[in-house]
T-cell receptor, first 112, second 112 residues
Framework: DQQVKQNSPSLSVQEGRISILNCDYT??????FLWYKKYPAEGPTFLIS?????DKNEDGRFTVFLNKSAKHLSLHIVPSQPGDSAVYFC???????????FGTGTQLKVEL | DTAVSQTPKYLVTQMGNDKSIKCEQN?????MYWYKQDSKKFLKIMFS???????INETVPNRFSPKSPDKAHLNLHINSLELGDSAVYFC???????????FGQGTRLTVV
């Protein structure tokens, strides 16, 4: 039973444009949502997070939006840069469970 | 100075062998994890330790035995390796109560 889903395995965007990565979840008990970025042969690195009581969090070029009623979150990257090309994982956290539940990832390719 | 380091990075071994993967973190965190990324790129938690105490065991076969000699180390020992154990194993750490986890670079285990 996959509680966190990323339905787009890949996304291709031109440099300078906006990248929008989507994530859906089923467990309403999740407290926090996080985005991780992963380059080949490296571990995931934390990018940005949002509490379940907020609907938006912004950090530089990265903004995460949360729609609790739809159980949906998205990561916006603007402007997209070639160095953003990586796999992006959506993850959800329950304080009680003390663990991260990951989606399957979206491969983002930013083209020149 | 690497925050979460795991060794080895690559491990190729025959079926039936026993192998260990080591993990160390220098972040002063009290919680450490092992995650498995399978061939479908799905990142799934296996174990979580808090202050050397096992707090999460996600129905992993008992051929997998984590060992935490102290807060900064969490090793994974695997007995009687099977072909299906081939995957990338990630160690991670966090401070309990905080959501962000820091990951090692991964160990690619190939069982032949």
């Amino acid at each position: 039973d996959q509680q966190v889903k990323q339905n787009s395995p890949s996304l291709s965007v031109q440099e300078g444009r906006i990248s929008i990565l989507n994530c859906d979840y089923t467990n309403s008990m999740f407290d926090y949502f996080l985005w991780y970025k992963k380059y080949p042969a490296e571990g995931p690195t934390f990018l940005i997070s949002i509490s379940s009581i907020k609907d938006k969090n912004e950090d530089g070029r990265f903004t995460v939006f949360l729609n609790k009623s739809a159980k949906h979150l998205s990561l916006h990257i603007v402007p997209s840069q070639p160095g953003d090309s990586a796999v992006y994982f959506c993850a959800a956290f329950t304080g009680g469970g003390n663990k991260l539940t990951f989606g399957t990832g979206t491969q983002l390719k930013v083209e020149l | 100075d690497t925050a979460v380091s795991q060794t080895p990075k690559y491990l190729v071994t025959q079926m039936g062998n026993d192998k260990s993967i080591k993990c160390e973190q220098n972040l002063g965190h009290d919680t450490m994890y092992w995650y498995k990324q399978d061939s479908k790129k799905f990142l799934k938690i296996m174990f979580s330790y808090n202050n050397k105490e096992l707090i999460i065991n996600e129905t992993v076969p008992n051929r997998f035995s984590p060992k935490s000699p102290d807060k900064a180390h969490l090793n994974l020992h695997i007995n009687s390796l099977e072909l299906g154990d081939s995957a990338v194993y990630f160690c991670a750490s966090s401070q309990r109560g905080l959501t962000e986890a820091f990951f090692g670079q991964g160990t690619r285990l190939t069982v032949v």
